[in-house]
């Protein structure tokens, strides 16, 4: 292999393949003398590649881990691999996975060969979410890239959503409650907006800059969670639980949002802050004592209809237990 620089790459292909490999072996493989891969290894340190030498007949060289990220050659299979995984992360948010993710899998696709990008697309099309995962509308990953390409360039966004055109200067993304939001300012109606990403569709960027905007109250995941919360009906509760406060926060691990007061009677009474009525539910329900809820109807409404639900269920007749 004469080209210096395709020797590189090549070079610095199967080192990152983890395993230590012999210097006449790594000679063997490109072609060239025992000198020249010294060289070749010593250009690799030069361009910050952290290559790690072991002395000895059982020596060898192996790619160690530096203190900052490299660039990283991938095999077909494995970029494939990669996109695969992080298309699924962006279509279903988990905690910890964010636009970072998104960024990732921009940078990918926007290298992949046109072979590989359809290998990705016809996998992901196959791949069928696991019975007992959580009921999530899927976001187009192709939305998120280019949301998250418009942020990162400054421009503007033309989109559908529930059937109505928007022209948008879009500021952040956004992961809450397992769903993608696109926090943007609306040209239209100008006033700040956000939108759910699994609603958008046929979203390209303008190419027109968009306006640097400072987000009301400086934070944007605090200004999104409170939209959204709007969006859901929401009310404080008043709840007597049926045991000392010290024995519901023992159970909880902490205290539970609001104020809890013992009374002199043994119980406590719970004032929790404003909340959907399915939360203040799964708290109750993760406390497992006994409560009597003063209020609001709204709450003791859900608890009725959910109680009722739970009795169906378990009103057939009994089974053998194996």
């Not at 395709?6 to 610095?12: E, F």
């Not at 009301?216 to 995941?221: I, L, M, R, S």
Request: hydrophobic share 45%; aromatic share 4%.
């Amino acid at each position: 292999m004469s080209d210096p620089r395709a020797r590189l790459l090549s070079l610095l292909s199967l080192l990152q393949t983890p395993r230590l490999w012999p210097g006449s072996e790594l000679a063997q493989r490109l072609g060239v003398s025992g000198r020249t891969l010294r060289r070749d290894i010593d250009r690799l340190r030069d361009l910050g590649y952290p290559v790690h030498a072991e002395q000895g007949g059982l020596g060898g060289y192996r790619l160690a881990a530096g203190a900052a990220m490299p660039p990283l050659l991938l095999e077909d299979d494995e970029a494939v691999a990669v996109a695969i995984g992080l298309r699924t992360a962006a279509a279903q948010p988990v905690a910890g996975v964010d636009e970072a993710a998104v960024r990732a899998l921009g940078k990918l696709l926007q290298v992949l060969p046109a072979r590989l990008r359809r290998r990705v697309d016809t996998l992901a099309s196959s791949t069928v979410a696991h019975p007992f995962a959580p009921a999530v509308e899927p976001v187009d990953p192709d939305t998120l890239v280019v949301a998250s390409a418009a942020i990162a360039n400054h421009e503007r966004l033309r989109f559908r959503y529930r059937d109505q055109g928007r022209h948008v200067e879009p500021r952040a993304l956004v992961t809450a409650g397992r769903r993608w939001y696109l926090l943007a300012f609306d040209l239209d109606r100008d006033d700040w907006r956000t939108f759910r990403l699994d609603t958008v569709t046929t979203a390209a960027a303008t190419g027109a800059r968009a306006t640097t905007r400072d987000v009301p109250g400086g934070d944007v995941a605090a200004f999104v969670a409170d939209r959204t919360m709007r969006m859901a009906p929401t009310c404080a509760a008043d709840v007597v639980l049926h045991a000392p406060a010290a024995q519901v926060v023992d159970r909880l691990g902490g205290p539970p949002p609001g104020t809890l007061t013992d009374r002199p009677d043994g119980t406590c009474r719970w004032l929790a802050p404003p909340d959907t009525p399915e939360w203040h539910a799964l708290r109750l329900a993760s406390i497992g004592l006994p409560f009597t809820v003063d209020g609001p109807p709204e709450l003791a409404a859900h608890l009725r209809s959910t109680a009722a639900l739970f009795r169906a269920a378990t009103a057939g007749p009994a089974r053998p237990v194996a």
